[in-house]
């Protein structure tokens, strides 16, 4: 028995002539920069997130890179985030100048907590990175009150919720700037790296689009410094094939997790807390436990994938010693860490299925 934690070849199996033919029509149009698919994606992810703009990126870390340049932030600024998220969350902050500042996390959803937010502010800051970690989004509402007060940025880190809804509004719909990635295992994911960022402000979107093209508005004329960081042509027409699906495969999701909330119930171990505002389109089913080493080892004595996201928080990264932040500084961030456990997840995956990896997770 092999079950993976990731299924990506029975999803392309599903849909590989769609795939096939969308490549083919991009080999044959010989436009492979910026062309047609990447323009109709742009339209119909904007539309997606209910907001004015996209702007096709080479990948979800340059999402993140090019909002910050396109705000203005830099050496001198700081920058709050969560500290349990993958690391391009904190990378990009460091890598424009700025000091990343890490608050702990609701201990429930694992986004970050914004009252633990509230602390952390200072002169210096100038915007808030919430990430919508596993497909739910952060609790919103309070950060966006805390920009408002303190004049800062919200930079919604929605790479792994395409789709979700906090609230009524979808993810990338009410910050500044919102940040996609479309990594190969994403919920809406392609065949290589690519990202997106959403926005309703046209001039942020006139920034971000002149970032991406080494600040160029006619070619071989430069007004600032920016970035090589296209969506790729292919990717775009493979992305557009998935896209008609997409609401289809997580609503699947969302019936395979709920399947897994049934069959776990009352075991000890606990699965994912979804607020009642929230509409989780379970990019990961992260479950926790005080024995996440033993589960873990048990799924893989019977051939079945799971993985630890994320098994060191960012504060004690080797990177970010010299920021001064020690073993018990955020709490939560590190114990979610030392328990959490991403079990087999995704829209192919059957209801079989699901029973046979809870029946080995709960030793029966």
């Not at 994320?310 to 939560?332: F, S």
Request: glycine share 10%.
């Amino acid at each position: 028995m092999s079950i993976p934690l990731i299924d990506l070849k029975t999803q392309y199996k599903s849909i590989k002539d769609e795939v096939l033919a969308a490549i083919n029509s991009v080999l044959e149009s010989g436009e492979y920069i910026l062309g047609r698919n990447v323009a109709a994606l742009e339209s119909a992810v904007a539309e997606l997130c209910g907001v004015k703009h996209g702007i096709g990126v080479a990948s979800g870390t340059d999402a993140l890179l090019l909002s910050l340049s396109a705000l203005g932030i830099g050496p001198g600024d700081e920058v709050i985030t969560t500290p349990y998220t993958f690391f391009s969350t904190a990378e990009v902050i460091s890598k424009v100048g700025a000091t990343p500042v890490f608050a702990d996390i609701d201990p429930l959803t694992y986004n970050l907590d914004p009252d633990q937010a509230a602390k952390r502010i200072t002169p210096r800051t100038r915007a808030i990175i919430p990430v919508h970690l596993f497909g739910q989004m952060a609790d919103l509402d309070p950060l966006l009150e805390l920009a408002r007060e303190y004049r800062l940025a919200i930079i919604e880190d929605a790479c792994q919720a395409i789709g979700a809804r906090y609230k009524g509004h979808r993810a990338g719909s009410l910050g500044h700037t919102a940040c996609f990635s479309f990594y190969p295992t994403k919920n809406l994911g392609g065949y290589g790296d690519g990202g997106m960022v959403v926005t309703n402000d046209i001039e942020i979107a006139a920034r971000l689009r002149l970032l991406r093209v080494h600040g160029s508005r006619t070619r071989y004329h430069h007004s600032i410094h920016g970035y090589n960081s296209r969506l790729d042509e292919i990717q775009a027409a493979v992305l557009r094939v998935k896209l008609k699906h997409l609401d289809r495969w997580n609503r699947q999701r969302q019936a395979r997790a709920a399947l897994y909330d049934r069959l776990l119930s009352g075991s000890g171990i606990v699965t994912p807390h979804v607020e009642p505002w929230n509409e989780s389109v379970y990019h990961l089913y992260v479950v926790r436990s005080p024995q996440r080493d033993q589960l873990k080892a048990r799924l893989s004595g019977a051939g079945i994938g799971s993985g630890v996201y994320y098994p060191l928080p960012l504060h004690l990264q080797e990177v970010y010693k010299g920021l001064g932040y020690r073993t018990g500084d955020l709490p939560e961030a590190e114990r979610a860490s030392r328990e959490t456990l991403a079990l087999p997840l995704g829209p192919d995956l059957s209801e079989e299925t699901v029973r046979l990896i809870v029946k080995t997770l709960l030793g029966n």
